[in-house]
């Protein structure tokens, strides 16, 4: 394997014709190498932060990595890190992010052919927060998933339900939250409840867990605020083939920011990379 890391752009259809961006960062490889997929979280975006230095990293270890914006997570093709489309914000839901997951793959698997690289066929899934949920999902009933890791993710999904009293969300239509980072409030409209119900049996994580065959990495920040260390052990506890690996002293994002100012990265972030790098390789 040599360098340069290179990284090619894509875009492509996702759920009800909205566009997935998406890049793929790879290297020069000997050999046959599998494709690693990452899935951003709530109020996420492929390029927040230190994911893709994250990416270069998993590059250079032999290691493509290929990351992407949900079809409606509220960023454009033209404002990648900006969340200029509340519309599709406001309209996205669970099921609208398992399916683009599956059409990731889809498109992954369609364009092997023009890589520069040849991939095995394998597919490692990393999912943070609720892309975590995702990714487990996607895990527990797609058996092109070779192998899955998740960092910092939720147990369940059911608490997203309970952003607001559920009969006053019906009656309003929409329940905003606070962006800390823009400072705009985003909607989040009833069809999120609605998809859910619609789609229960689907998207009830705690029933699909056991359903995961694929060898599976849990890794959580002891001192997560957001999602509490207890996810993790939930997770663990329901998959019995899983590792389990704690991290000391390990906010939500594994101590890193949005934006990246420097491409050192916290102790806490590269454990992380070390653990589920390990993982893949073995």
Wanted: net charge negative; aromatic share 12%.
């Amino acid at each position: 394997m040599s360098s340069p890391i290179e990284r090619k752009q894509f875009k492509f259809k996702g759920s009800k014709e909205k566009l997935i961006t998406g890049d793929l960062t790879y290297a020069k490889y000997a050999g046959e190498v599998p494709i690693v997929i990452f899935t951003h979280g709530f109020k996420g975006f492929k390029d927040w932060g230190a994911w893709p230095l994250a990416a270069e990293i998993f590059a250079v270890k032999g290691l493509p990595f290929f990351k992407f914006n949900f079809s409606h997570n509220g960023t454009t093709p033209e404002n990648l890190t900006d969340f200029k489309d509340l519309e599709a914000f406001g309209n996205n839901n669970f099921k609208i992010e398992l399916d683009d997951l599956g059409l990731v793959i889809d498109f992954l698997e369609k364009k092997s052919s023009s890589f520069d690289f040849s991939w095995n066929g394998e597919i490692f899934l990393i999912g943070h927060s609720r892309g975590g949920a995702i990714a487990l999902l996607r895990a527990a009933t797609d058996k092109r998933i070779t192998k899955c890791a998740t960092w910092a993710s939720v147990s369940d999904l059911e608490r997203y339900l309970e952003l607001k009293e559920v009969n006053s969300w019906r009656k309003d239509g929409v329940h905003h939250i606070p962006n800390a980072r823009t400072n705009v409030d985003m909607p989040i409209y009833f069809q999120f409840v609605d998809a859910y119900a619609q789609n229960a049996k689907e998207l009830h994580l705690g029933s699909c867990l056991e359903n995961i065959d694929c060898p599976l990495l849990i890794v959580h920040g002891e001192s997560d605020t957001v999602v509490p260390l207890t996810d993790a052990h939930t997770i663990y506890s329901e998959v019995h083939h899983s590792i389990l690996v704690e991290i000391e002293a390990a906010d939500h994002t594994f101590n890193t920011k949005h934006p990246l100012t420097e491409r050192k990265i916290p102790n806490a972030f590269a454990e992380l990379l070390t653990e589920t790098i390990e993982f893949f390789q073995m």
